[in-house]
């Protein structure tokens, strides 16, 4: 994804651009409730797409920091497969949905399923809505799997990554707002973070591969 320096993600300018629209036509025919209605949504979109300037203060290049904002809703041990540990994270529209890259090495992967958008209460949940699966390596062949899965969100999943180029540990990559996100761990990952926890973007560290 190409860096963007501006303080509103450009994922957000169709949807600001069209409530102000909305906003200047209910306006001129003095129809002063939508026009304000219309206006306030566009203030709730320029929150929605915010996309503030964060700097990556860990360093070391075998650890891992939380791709999105959100709380730390489980911390599963998984007891077959690749992965040995699963961290789920919950992101509603009051977090940032910038996503931004856990850490250096390249992306072997990338999914982008198209689908429904229901409650995270919702039966088809897991099976139909739209979601997003990444394998990230980092310089040392440890791999880590991230998964998005939209909840009841008025904007697509955006991806915006290239596939085997050099990545860098904090690199915005995409959008996603209001959603679940999964990281699926090795072995050799120490966590270092733990269920109800706030987690940033960048900020927040998830451990270390060991």
């Known amino acids: 994804m190409k860096n963007n320096l501006f303080i509103v993600s450009k994922n957000g300018y169709k949807y600001i651009l069209y409530a102000l629209l909305a906003a200047l036509i209910f306006g001129l025919l003095d129809l002063e409730f939508f026009s304000f209605s ?22 070391d290049d075998k650890a891992v920091i939380s791709p999105v904002d959100g709380i730390v809703k489980s911390i599963d041990t998984l007891e077959s497969g690749e992965y040995a540990y699963r961290v789920v994270i919950e992101s509603d529209y009051r977090n940032v949905g910038i996503l931004r890259i856990p850490l250096s090495g390249h992306l072997e992967s990338v999914k982008t399923v198209r689908g429904a958008r229901t409650s995270k209460k919702s039966k088809l949940f897991y099976g139909l809505n739209e979601r997003a699966e990444l394998l990230f390596v980092d310089t040392h062949n440890n791999k880590i799997k991230v998964l998005h899965r939209l909840k009841q969100s008025f904007a697509p999943i955006a991806v915006e990554i290239p596939t085997k180029e050099t990545l860098y540990k904090g690199t915005r990559y995409g959008f996603a707002t209001n959603s679940v996100t999964e990281l699926y761990l090795p072995k050799n990952f120490r966590l270092d973070t733990k269920p109800n926890n706030e987690v940033q973007a960048v900020h927040s560290l998830i451990g270390y591969f060991t």
Not at 39 to 54: D, G, I, K, T, W
């Open 38 to 59: 219309a206006f306030v949504l566009a203030l709730f979109f320029m929150y929605s797409f915010r996309n503030p300037e964060r700097e990556n203060t860990f360093l």
